[in-house]
Nanobody, 115 residues
């Protein structure tokens, strides 16, 4: 069982930046594909960014050029650097871990961007 704990959310003005962190328990982090998802009120959860075990990132079109995902396999932590934030980025952001057929989710952290 993997436990994920997100941090770093908050209230920020449009154009500002936030960095989300997600720390994973256990010793299988380096074997896991890690991702950040978000869910806005009344909308489905969507993939924001993911990063492979080798460090290759993948981004949703809506965040390309503004968000950067990274991982630290020593600290068992995945990060999401969010720059040039827009009001439409407002959502609960969830950390996700995928290893083979096993998938784990964090509790989520609220990001609110005021215009």
């Amino acid at each position: 069982q993997v436990q994920l704990a997100e941090s770093g959310g908050g209230l920020v003005q449009a154009g500002g930046s936030l960095r989300l962190s997600c720390i994973a328990s256990g010793n299988i982090f380096r074997f896991s594909v890690m991702g950040w998802y978000r869910q806005a009120p009344g909308k489905q959860r969507e993939l924001v960014a993911s990063i492979s075990t080798g460090g290759s990132p993948n981004y949703a079109d809506s965040v390309k050029g503004r968000f950067t995902i990274s991982r630290d396999n020593v600290k068992n932590t995945v990060y999401l650097q969010m720059n040039s934030l827009k009001s439409e980025d407002t959502a609960v952001y969830f950390c996700n871990s995928l290893i083979r057929i096993h998938e784990y989710w964090g509790q989520g952290t609220q990001v609110t961007v005021s215009s």
